[in-house]
């Protein structure tokens, strides 16, 4: 059990209420650039503060010297939009240098 299980079940509670967001934003309708400025808000905020949490470490990862639970809920969000989006993340690493060896 580690200790950060609280805060880990919170974020991983957010987590799931910003994929419903997401996934939202994929029906037609006036909704949907509303949602797609809103996750991609979102997902600013969140790259932004995986960039001042690896900046933290000289080892790069977000909450110590060694990997997490938490390095591994927020790699995923790597893989995911750099496959859809892959020219993207030129900009993130731009705003956010530390993820970029991330």
């Known amino acids: ?18 994929v419903n967001n997401m996934k939202r934003a ?5 909704q949907k650039e509303q949602d ?9 905020r969140v790259l932004s503060r995986g960039n001042e949490l690896a900046g933290r470490h000289p ?20 893989r995911i939009f750099f496959m859809v989006a892959p020219a993207m993340f030129e900009e993130v690493f ?3 240098p530390n993820l970029r060896g991330y």
Do not use: H, W
């Open 1 to 18: 059990k580690p200790d950060d299980m609280d805060f880990l079940v919170n974020a991983y509670a957010n987590k799931i209420a910003g």
């Open 26 to 30: 994929q029906a037609a309708g006036s």
């Open 36 to 44: 797609l400025k809103e996750n991609r808000d979102l997902l600013d």
């Open 59 to 78: 080892s790069g990862f977000l909450f110590g010297d060694k990997l997490t639970t938490g390095d591994v809920f927020f790699l995923p969000i790597f």
């Open 94 to 96: 731009q705003k956010c």
